[in-house]
């Protein structure tokens, strides 16, 4: 299984970016979705989650800015992200929570490689 991050890039404060994450392999069926993100000398935090039912949870400086969505056809997430500060400059990694099509269902997760969100002020 492999999770592949786009959407990154340079914008200026206040800018507006959509982060997409696609999930391909022998996929069963995909549970949690998420996003982490860590900007330089710090450690990784969550940005936020989103169940297979749709239920979502944002971290606090991201309520009001952020939003995670999917489409589960293509088994994909999403991050949008408004109102952009300089302190949200970081590496934005996406994961998931994978049953695989193996036969026993086998459940892993898995990580994304991360694309670069640089905001200017």
């Known amino acids: 299984v492999q999770l592949q991050a786009s959407g990154g890039g340079l914008v200026q404060a206040g800018g507006s970016l959509k982060l997409s994450c696609a999930a391909s392999?022998?996929?069963?069926?995909?549970?949690?979705m998420g996003w982490y993100r860590q900007a330089p000398g710090k450690q990784r935090e969550l940005v936020g989650a989103?169940?297979?039912?749709?239920?979502?949870n944002l971290a606090d400086f991201a309520k009001g800015r952020f939003t995670i969505s999917r489409e589960k056809v293509k088994n994909t997430v999403y991050l949008q992200m408004n109102s952009l500060k300089p302190e949200d400059t970081a590496v934005y990694y996406c994961?998931?929570?994978?049953?695989?099509?193996?036969?026993?269902?086998?459940?892993?997760?898995?990580w994304g490689r991360g694309t670069l969100v640089t905001v200017s002020s």
């Open positions: 392999g022998i996929i069963f069926t995909i549970n949690d």
């Open positions: 994961d998931a929570d994978v049953e695989l099509n193996d036969g026993i269902r086998s459940r892993r997760r898995y």
């Open positions: 989103i169940s297979r039912g749709g239920t979502t």
